[in-house]
């Protein structure tokens, strides 16, 4: 009796040891083999103000990128004036929990203030002055959290959708060669961290060759990028799971890793005419444009399962080149796509509802990482 209570009781303990490590508690440790998993973290979060966000983050994330507080008009908002307060709070917060850090991002044509681009009197700079401007920023910021920050958002966006570089004010002053100057710069200023090009879209062919294109020059220079980071900004039915997996792999063969930087799925109607994620993009609010105000339907909530399972198949299927799959923010409720491109909608494109709690999503995800799902 005594040694049959014995075995039951070892059984117990081994089942649930079983059990355990069959269920992880996060989606960090589901993912631990194959990939980083990352999320946004907003000024709520970097000050401590969202104590169940900051809790959520700490369990299920091993990886942060700073949804706001790194963008030039955050931490340079004047010519003299650098305010590193947010920033550096959210580097405190990276390296207590032992994340790795992402730096969010150096050079983009959004969230740059016009004097960046101007002389005293409101005239455009030179290529020289602009580029010293660049230079000096670059090495401030990037030098300033060497050997904290793992890997920064060198260049974004620099592509319109038909593959040509875009007419950015970096483009127009200082011509195309502005992306091997941003590298270089970034490189001087940590030399150790991982530099990265971040894009949307790349599943459209046409945009996607102008990066490979830009790749392949730079690293003929001698440039150093890490990685091509794949925004992922998604919707259910775009791109396809057989875009995007054609897509890691066109960037692989370049020789550089491939992340996931800002995953989200938008399930309202789509408001703008083309997908894009170019985040100056504006649609009036009609109403039909926001059809679940007052809740998902359930075959939503399925639909949206389905999707997130059916990409983190391509992504584990890609695992050797992938090293970190980031999502654009942590809850529903936190989400830009909430008033982007339409003000004042209610989207659910994020694995956490507005109260904080997994959705289906969660454990179809989880799900994926634990071989249960059907892979596509
Ligand atoms: C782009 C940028 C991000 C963010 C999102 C939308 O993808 O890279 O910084 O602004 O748009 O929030």
Redesign the pocket.
């Known amino acids: 009796m005594a040694l049959n209570s014995k075995i039951a009781a070892a059984l117990l303990v081994f089942l649930s040891l079983v059990t355990a490590a069959q269920s992880p508690s996060g989606l960090k440790d589901a993912y631990k083999n194959s990939f980083l998993i990352g999320t946004?973290l907003n000024r709520a979060h970097i000050y401590g103000e969202d104590a169940r966000g900051v809790a959520l983050i700490k369990q299920n994330f091993n990886a942060i990128?700073p949804?706001?507080a790194l963008?030039w008009e955050s931490i340079h908002p004047q010519l003299h004036r650098y305010d590193f307060e947010a920033a550096d709070r959210y580097v405190k917060f990276g390296v207590a929990n032992h994340m790795f850090i992402v730096g969010?991002?150096l050079v983009?044509h959004?969230?740059t203030p016009a004097w960046v681009f101007q002389d005293g009197k409101g005239k455009p700079l030179s290529r020289d002055k602009l580029l010293r401007r660049m230079r000096d920023h670059v090495h401030k910021v990037v030098g300033r959290y060497k050997g904290r920050i793992d890997g920064w958002?060198v260049v974004?966006?620099a592509f319109e959708e038909d593959g040509t570089l875009r007419q950015s004010k970096w483009m127009k002053i200082i011509g195309e060669d502005y992306i091997t100057k941003a590298f270089q710069y970034a490189h001087e200023g940590d030399p150790k961290a991982e530099l990265y090009y971040?894009e949307?879209n790349l599943e459209k062919p046409a945009k996607r060759r102008g990066v490979i294109e830009l790749i392949r020059k730079l690293k003929a220079q001698g440039v150093q990028v890490s990685a091509v980071g794949l925004?992922e900004?998604d919707g259910l039915d775009w791109p396809s799971l057989e875009e995007v997996d054609a897509t890691i792999s066109d960037l692989a063969e370049l020789g550089v890793k491939v992340n996931i930087?800002?995953l989200d799925i938008n399930v309202l109607p789509q408001a703008t005419s083309g997908v894009t994620?170019?985040?100056t993009a504006k649609a009036e609010a009609r109403p039909n444009l926001n059809p679940y105000a007052d809740g998902l339907p359930d075959s939503v909530q399925q639909e949206l399962a389905k999707r997130y399972a059916g990409l983190f198949g391509v992504f584990l299927k890609h695992r050797g080149v992938i090293s970190r799959v980031s999502f654009?923010?942590l809850a529903d409720g936190d989400s830009?796509?909430n008033n982007?491109p339409v003000r004042g909608r209610t989207n659910y494109p994020l694995l956490f509802d507005r109260q904080g709690k997994p959705k289906p999503a969660y454990d179809a995800v989880i799900n994926v990482a634990l071989g249960q799902a059907t892979q596509p």
Do not use: F, M, R
Request: hydrophobic residues 30%.
């Open positions: 946004a990128s949804e706001n963008k969010h991002t983009w959004n969230q958002d974004n966006e971040n949307y925004q900004h930087t800002e994620a170019e985040v654009w923010g830009w796509l982007w």
